[in-house]
């Protein structure tokens, strides 16, 4: 339980700085993702709250009758909760009247909205509620930059994800690959990963052999895994909230000299890239890396998507390491993949990836499962 725990007031401590920056006078938080982050509800129909630093009380939570006492159990000491009869917004609405939110200046009161989730009929139903002491922001973004940066308590958790998943596949992998269908492998890792904990999987797992494996998202098939190939799996858990991602691709006899050069290359270019990666560099220098190799064997118009991706509370998150965002500066105490890939149409793919810790002076890889090409009949 969360009770008065430190992360929390450590985060709304932060976000409140934030805000105040933007000059808003408060935020509205809707995203699920974002809610759970600072108050630690893992609910559905939550709002928090947060005002600016300054000599406000307590930031706000609201939620439903029907999550009234996972609230209590779960939101930091840091809100004050309320429970909505009716809907959410219209508590909103009072919540602020009775705090005298638009008695505190002279101009209307600031009021930013995460403008990536809140829906154009919820900021209408909003914009029709509050009295016109108000002014309606987007503001969105402020909560995803904090999130960027894991604390201990974060990194504890992904690593724990991490670590059961790889021992998922380590099980999955004792069964063999050969005259399994894709689709079996994917629903076994799966199953394995919730009998080990995880409170599901992180993404739809994916399993691809040979040609199919040349689709960097391919959905696993009703058909068995042959001899010969190579397999691309592309799993992750979610336990307590965080997520983990990795990808390993296996051969199921003795690869080929065709199959073991690309392997070679993808290999080559992730294990470059990740050693470029510290706190400094932007993603798109690290995506670079990995780029170059690939460009230079020929085959870069065959590595169609970016480098790798911040995961936490969301398997997709910040910071991107790719070459079309200008990105910031990597900074120490991001959790990102590196996820280089080859994927030639009709013959075969390759993608290896792993998730690291960024630090200071490097990075720690947090998955644990070799990379020499290894065969799994
Ligand atoms: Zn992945
Ligand atoms: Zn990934």
């Not at 609230?71 to 917004?89: I, M």
């Not at 494996?213 to 042959?226: E, F, S, T």
């Amino acid at each position: 339980m969360a009770g008065t725990a430190d992360p929390h007031s450590r985060r709304v401590a932060q976000l409140a700085g934030a805000v105040a920056e933007r000059d808003l006078d408060a935020l509205l938080v809707s995203s699920p993702a974002n809610v759970r982050y600072l108050t630690g509800y893992t609910g559905s129909n939550g709002l928090a709250l947060i005002w600016a630093s300054g000599d406000r009380g307590h930031h706000l939570f609201l939620t439903d009758f029907r999550y009234e006492t996972q609230a209590a159990e779960e939101v930091a000491g840091v809100f004050a909760r309320y429970v909505a009869p009716v809907d959410l917004f219209a508590a909103l609405d009072e919540r602020l009247a009775a705090e005298g939110a638009t008695h505190s200046g002279a101009g209307p009161f600031r009021l930013g909205f995460e403008d990536a989730h809140l829906t154009v009929s919820q900021h209408d139903r909003l914009s029709e509620l509050l009295a016109d002491g108000y002014k309606l922001l987007a503001a969105g973004g402020l909560v995803e930059q904090l999130r960027e940066i894991k604390d201990s308590e974060e990194v504890s958790r992904i690593k724990a994800s991490t670590q059961l998943a790889d021992a998922a596949m380590a099980e999955v992998l004792g069964a063999g690959l050969v005259g399994r269908t894709e689709r079996d492998v994917a629903i076994e890792l799966e199953l394995r990963m919730r009998r080990l904990g995880a409170e599901a999987a992180g993404f739809a797992t994916i399993v691809a052999a040979g040609a199919h494996g040349a689709l960097p998202h391919a959905q696993p098939r009703a058909v068995a895994i042959p001899a010969g190939v190579l397999v691309t799996i592309d799993w992750g858990a979610v336990l307590d909230g965080y997520c983990s991602d990795c990808t390993r691709t296996y051969a199921t006899a003795d690869p080929t000299d065709r199959q073991r050069e690309i392997y070679q290359l993808v290999l080559d270019a992730q294990q470059q890239s990740l050693s470029a990666v510290r706190a400094g560099p932007t993603g798109q220098e690290i995506d670079a890396v990995a780029r170059t190799i690939i460009e230079d064997a020929g085959y870069g118009e065959h590595f169609g998507h970016g480098l790798g991706h911040g995961v936490g509370i969301e398997v997709h998150e910040g910071p991107r390491l790719s070459r079309l965002r200008a990105d910031e500066p990597l900074r120490a105490g991001n959790v990102v993949t590196i996820e280089p890939g080859v994927y030639l149409p009709g013959e075969l793919g390759v993608r290896i990836e792993d998730l690291l810790l960024v630090t200071e002076s490097g990075s720690e890889v947090l998955t644990s499962l070799p990379k020499e090409l290894t065969v799994i009949a």
